[in-house]
């Protein structure tokens, strides 16, 4: 019986030994998706504000060829 127990126990150790480094493994691989994450927020923050200013640049053409048709005649 002791030695059932013993052995049962030397299984629950080496489960739990297994269970913590793919734990482990999961914390590490969730820190790299994070910082994936992270660095995808950034990139897609940068096009936003380029978006942006390029549609202001696309307004301020669209005003300029409007004035142009709606000033003096050139003909």
Request: glycine share 2%.
């Amino acid at each position: 019986m002791a030695d059932e127990l013993l052995s049962r126990i030397q299984q629950l150790v080496q489960e739990l030994r297994t269970l913590r480094g793919e734990n482990e493994q999961l914390r590490q691989e969730c820190m790299a998706l994070k910082a994936q994450n992270e660095a995808k927020d950034t990139e897609l923050n940068r096009l936003n504000d380029r978006m942006a200013k390029q549609d202001q640049k696309l307004d301020a053409i669209a005003k300029e060829i409007e004035a142009a048709f709606s000033g003096p005649s050139l003909f």
